[in-house]
């Protein structure tokens, strides 16, 4: 981490009220510091820009948010969904609709308490530490066992304030009880200013026989950037997706760890990514099989246009005993400009016998037969174009099992791609 | 309709057609068979065309207009249809959004407004039950997991909503069985009127039996050998193609 850098962080933790009484946060700082922030010589952080973050003023805003917010300006609620929203970090009840279902506890971790560390802690997880410095709040969601809520919780984050002035710093801990089945949303959005800092921290946890399907869209403003660290912890034959949709910030950055802990569980990690202009998104996702028999089905599409530049490195570690691994990768990435750039990066590390471990990346230009097809059924080239860039992503899109927000993602991933002609597709 | 005249075309270093001269008169239903290698697929995708296939000499006209001036798209609105031989998979494009998308091209071409929504679904379920098409294909990707014969199908499904008036046809009757084959072959026997033109491109001549050509040519390295009436396919069927070839050399 350039010293100047690292200086700003700790000034900026030295002026919160966290400094002198919370010794979980002042942990965390001390990790950071010693730890130091990554540089793209950090092989997992190639792609990663730091430049932004000279700007960046760490501690949350002084006087609260800096925005005010109606449930006007947010996105569309999804039926059955109960929402929690936060602003700049903080839980906003008036812009929330709790949850009635039995088994679901939700808590603002500000209601709570202090903070509890981040349960795993890698050197590639170190901006979860920034997130535990100095999160002012967050939402802890306890499910019960047994609990069905399969259309269960929204989460809509919205930053509100300039970088410059303040950050904004998301943090959800799931922890789900043995059988039960919970769906859950995750949105970041920005409103009012589109240059804030967001970075992002999310715990979860699935106990044996449980299942969760997580939803994250990230439609953060045009000049924000966007941090964002994700750990999950699967016990035996419990199962977890995660659908990811990254569409927005000038500079994005995911961090995911899975750890398949117990036998015979099961991850699908399924992400679009679509840049323009001179947006960069970049993910990591680590999938690390411990125990034996656990799947992993990890497909990426990634859609790069202007300048942009999209990055995604999947890797899988098999470790010693985990026999029976089945895994599947099937990263591709579509370079829609000249001057845009694409980075799909499939990694294995196996260190036990007796696994299948499929993979396949690939990164490259429209299919020149299905152009011509299309051509010739007298479709013009920009018609047939976006159908195309539609038809790449949509493999991975038609895995969203909520119907609502598919159309929503759908929508978006349209007017990113400029596509008014794609929506009479939708 | 169509006239072919000197053309030469070079694929790369290959030089696969050689000076072919071709008319199809409007109305008419012409056959082109050959041995394979003989250019015959290289001459349907020039007429539509497919980049990478480069016209180092002659000309091709459609309606007096030079067809080899236009995009592959513009050749559609002018009422050009290619049934392809391999006919690509495109998932994530759904078959009834690509019917739609192409049907209101070619209106828009025509200045006419786009097909509304009740017409339309009337039309492709009409021409769906012609070709013995489950309704089911119309949410599918375009031939997506689609078998050859379904595959096959489905183009002359497109073709019959888009109601060509020059419809080239590659080697649309590979891959079907006895059954498939009389549901093609009676689909574009339904497109057959005064004012159409079929190029029916194949290697053997049983598809004849069931759409009876008005002529069959024999293209052999590059250019038709021979012509003649339906009897040259059914000659073709008993001898082969070595006499044809023979006597070209």
């Known amino acids: 981490m350039s010293a100047a850098l690292a200086t700003r962080i700790a000034e900026d933790f030295a002026a919160t009220a ?23 010589r ?49 839980f906003a009840p008036n812009l929330s609709a709790p949850t009635q279902h039995a088994g679901v506890l939700v808590k603002s971790i500000k209601a709570i308490g202090p ?7 890698t050197p590639d997880l170190r901006f979860a530490l920034l997130n535990e410095a100095f999160a002012t709040d967050g939402a802890q969601i306890l499910v019960e066992p047994g609990t069905d809520c399969q259309a269960c919780l929204e989460l809509v984050f919205v930053a509100t304030t300039e970088a410059k002035v303040g950050a904004s710093y998301p943090r959800v801990s799931l922890q789900v009880g043995a059988r039960a089945r919970v769906g859950l949303i995750e949105r970041h959005v920005s409103i009012g200013s589109d240059a804030n800092f967001i970075n992002c921290a999310v715990d979860v946890s699935v106990a044996r026989d449980a299942s969760v399907q997580h939803y994250r869209v990230q439609q953060a403003g045009a000049r924000a950037i966007w941090f ?15 659908h990811s949709a990254s569409l927005g910030a000038l500079s994005a950055r995911s961090t995911v760890h899975v750890q398949l802990a ?28 411990i125990a034996a028999n656990a799947r992993t089905e990890q ?9 942009a530049r999209v990055a995604f490195n999947g890797k899988i570690i098999v470790r010693k005993g985990a026999h029976g691994t089945d895994s599947r990768q099937s990263l591709r990435g579509l370079l829609a400009g000249d001057d845009a750039e694409i980075d799909v990066r499939p990694q294995l590390e196996i260190y036990t016998d007796d696994v299948r471990c499929n993979h396949g990346a690939t990164a490259g230009k429209l299919d020149d037969n299905m152009l011509f097809y299309l051509l ?14 539609w038809a790449f992503l949509e493999d991975v899109v038609a895995k969203i099992e909520v119907p609502e927000l598919r159309r929503q993602i759908e929508q978006s991933l349209a007017g990113q791609l400029n596509e008014a002609a794609l929506k009479e597709l939708l | 309709m169509l006239k072919i005249n000197n053309l030469h075309v070079a694929v790369g270093d290959n030089k696969v057609l050689n000076g072919l001269d071709l008319e199809i008169p409007t109305g008419e239903v012409h056959a082109i068979m050959g041995p394979n290698g003989s250019g015959k697929s290289t001459l349907a995708h020039v007429l539509a065309g497919r980049p990478g296939y480069e016209v180092t000499a002659g000309s091709v006209t459609f309606d007096g207009r030079d067809l080899l001036a236009l995009e592959p798209e513009e050749r559609a609105h002018e009422g050009v249809f290619l049934g392809f031989q391999y006919p690509v998979e495109i998932p994530g494009v759904n078959n009834v959004y690509l019917l739609k998308a192409a049907l209101n091209a070619a209106r828009k071409h025509r200045g006419l407004p786009e097909v509304d929504a009740f017409e339309f679904l009337s039309l492709v379920r009409e021409k769906m039950q012609l070709m013995r098409m489950d309704e089911s294909f119309l949410s599918r990707g375009v031939n997506e997991g689609f078998s050859g014969g379904e595959k096959k199908r ?78 040259l396919a059914l000659d073709l069927e008993k001898r082969g193609y070595d006499w044809v070839t023979e006597e070209a050399a």
Not at chain 1, 115 to 121: N, Y
Not at chain 1, 299 to 307: T, Y
Not at chain 1, 376 to 389: F, I, N, P, V
Not at chain 2, 180 to 200: C, F, H, M
């Open chain 1, 18 to 40: 966290h400094a002198s009484g919370d010794l979980q946060r002042q942990r965390a700082m001390q990790a950071l510091t010693e730890r130091g922030l990554p540089t793209s």
């Open chain 1, 42 to 90: 950090d092989e997992n952080w190639k792609y990663v820009n730091l430049r932004p973050l000279e700007k960046v003023r760490f501690a949350p805003p002084p006087g609260g948010p800096q925005s005010p917010v109606t449930t006007q300006d947010l996105p569309a609620p999804i039926a059955q969904y109960a929402r929690y929203t936060f602003v700049d970090g903080v």
């Open chain 1, 115 to 121: 903070i509890s560390p981040h349960p795993l802690s």
């Open chain 1, 228 to 242: 964002d660290t994700l750990t999950a912890r699967l016990a035996e034959n419990a199962k977890y997706q995660l």
């Open chain 1, 262 to 289: 117990g036998e015979r569980s099961e991850v699908g990690l399924f992400s679009v990514s679509v840049g323009g202009k001179n947006q960069v998104h970049d993910t990591f996702a680590l999938v690390e099989h």
């Open chain 1, 299 to 307: 497909s990426f599409r990634g859609i790069c246009a202007g300048r």
């Open chain 1, 376 to 389: 010739s059924r007298g479709l013009d080239r920009e018609t047939a174009q976006r159908l195309l860039k």
């Open chain 2, 154 to 231: 489905n183009e002359i499904l497109q073709m019959l909503v888009l109601e060509p008036r020059l419809a080239v046809l590659d080697e649309t009757d590979s891959g079907l069985d006895i059954d498939a084959l009389k549901v093609v072959a009676n689909g574009v026997n339904t497109l057959r009127s005064p004012e159409r033109s079929v190029v029916l491109v194949t290697h053997y001549q049983r598809l004849l039996d069931y759409v009876v050509p008005d002529h069959v040519h024999v293209l052999v390295r590059g250019k038709i050998a021979r012509s003649g009436d339906r009897t």
